[in-house]
Antibody
Framework: QVQLQESGPGLVKPSQTLSLTCTVS??????????WSWIRQPAGKGLEWIGR???????NYNPSLKSRVTISVDTSKNQFSLKLSSVTAADTAVYYC????????????WGQGTMVTVSS | EIVLTQSPATLSLSPGERATLSCRASQSVSSYLAWYQQKPGQAPRLLIYDASNRATGIPARFSGSGSGTDFTLTISSLEPEDFAVYYC????????????FGQGTKLEIK
C-alpha cells in the first residue's frame, strides 16, 4: 500500500520560499499510472489544489498560484517537491501531498499533512 | 474556471437518518466528480470517484449520483463515525486541466 509523508520547515518568513518534500513509500513514484499533487488547506477553510506532476516531469498548476509555484520530482529518491515563492500570511495552511489516478482524476492516497506558518 | 457549489453548508441529522448532500458545477464536468470525507485533524478520504463509484473499502451506505452539473452524495443510514465535513472535487475537461473543490458541507449530529 502506497503511503505519502510530507516534510519541511513549519515556519517560513514572509517574502521567502516555502519548500516541502513528499516521500512515497510502498510503491514506485515512477509508476506510469499516477499524478502526484500538492493541496493545501488554511485553518478552518476548504481545500485548494496547488499543482501536479507526472513522472515524465510534466506539470500543471493552479492558475491562481502558477507564477509562484514549482513542483519537481526526484525518482531516485522516490520523492516529489513543492516550492512556493514570495509567501505571505495568506499562504499559511496545512499542506498535503496526494496521489491521483490518471483514469479517474481522484485523490485516493493522501499524506497526513504538514502545517506551514508564514510569519516573521 | 469551474466553480463547485455545495449545499447545504451545514446539515444536522441524527444517527440512522438519511443524508443527502448536493454539489453543483458552474459548467458541465461530465462524470469527473469525486467526493471526500474529512474529520478534524485528518487528511481527506476518498469516498466516491467518477460520480458514482465507491472507492476501495468504502461502506455501501455511501452512494453517489449525477452527471453534467448536478451531483448528489447520499448516506443511506448515518453511523456515528459519518459526522464530518464532505467535499466534492472536479477535474476540468479541457486544458489547462486543473482541479477544484467545493467549499464543503458539514454534517453534524442533531
Amino acid at each position: 500500500q502506497v503511503q505519502l509523508q510530507e516534510s519541511g520547515p513549519g515556519l517560513v518568513k514572509p517574502s521567502q520560499t516555502l519548500s516541502l518534500t513528499c516521500t512515497v513509500s510502498g510503491g514506485s513514484i515512477s509508476s506510469g499510472s499516477y499524478y502526484w499533487s500538492w493541496i493545501r488547506q488554511p485553518a478552518g477553510k476548504g481545500l485548494e489544489w496547488i499543482g501536479r506532476i507526472y513522472t515524465s516531469g510534466s506539470t500543471n498548476y493552479n492558475p491562481s498560484l502558477k507564477s509562484r509555484v514549482t513542483i519537481s520530482v526526484d525518482t531516485s529518491k522516490n520523492q516529489f517537491s513543492l516550492k512556493l515563492s514570495s509567501v505571505t500570511a495568506a499562504d499559511t495552511a496545512v499542506y498535503y501531498c496526494a496521489k491521483c489516478t490518471l483514469t479517474h482524476d481522484a485523490f485516493d492516497i493522501w499524506g497526513q499533512g504538514t502545517m506551514v506558518t508564514v510569519s516573521s | 474556471e469551474i466553480v463547485l457549489t455545495q449545499s447545504p453548508a451545514t446539515l444536522s441529522l441524527s444517527p440512522g437518518e438519511r443524508a443527502t448532500l448536493s454539489c453543483r458545477a458552474s459548467q458541465s464536468v461530465s462524470s469527473y466528480l469525486a467526493w471526500y470525507q474529512q474529520k478534524p485533524g485528518q487528511a481527506p478520504r476518498l469516498l466516491i470517484y467518477d460520480a458514482s463509484n465507491r472507492a476501495t473499502g468504502i461502506p455501501a451506505r455511501f452512494s453517489g449520483s449525477g452527471s453534467g452539473t448536478d451531483f448528489t452524495l447520499t448516506i443511506s443510514s448515518l453511523e456515528p463515525e459519518d459526522f464530518a465535513v464532505y467535499y466534492c472535487q472536479q477535474r476540468s475537461n479541457w486544458p489547462p486541466k486543473v482541479y477544484t473543490f467545493g467549499q464543503g458541507t458539514k454534517l453534524e449530529i442533531k
